[in-house]
């Protein structure tokens, strides 16, 4: 009899395992389209990632660098200080977009140049995403808003 409670025991505990493995593997399965890296420009620039990897770049937009009047194609610069990333981006900028002021972009680096899918400003003159304070409090050249 006991034997038999132990057989079951085991058959459950195996069970249980396949189950939480199986579960695991769909979460990350679905979740892989989900997860996209910030980089700083320094960052992609000493390491460019794969044309097919999808992340997200952030910093300040280069003063004089943004270039509007191609079509619906913007140009601009993104520097963290250290290092220049051009970008290109085909839609309608956020309203709070400027020059000198921090962004987030999403998309993917091709030939030398970032290719935005979607372009996140600051909310209000003093928001910066963290990770871009953090990446220009790297190079040394973040500045403590105003107030």
Known sequence: ????????????????????????????????????????????????????????IGGLVEDGSLVRGEGE????????GG???????????????EENQGMVGMGSYRDGVFEATEILAKHDEDYMPKEVVDSLKEQGVYQEPNG
């Open 83 to 97: 290092a220049v990333v051009p970008v290109t981006y085909t839609g309608v900028l956020p309203d709070l977009f």
């Open 73 to 80: 194609t913007i140009r601009f610069n993104v520097t963290d």
């Open 1 to 56: 009899m006991k034997s038999l409670k132990k057989k079951r025991r085991v058959q459950i505990i195996a069970l249980a395992a396949v189950a939480l493995v199986v579960s695991t593997a769909l979460i990350g399965y679905a979740m892989r389209d989900g997860i996209n890296f910030f980089r700083s420009p320094t960052q992609v620039m000493d390491e460019p990632p794969a044309p097919t990897e999808v992340f997200r």
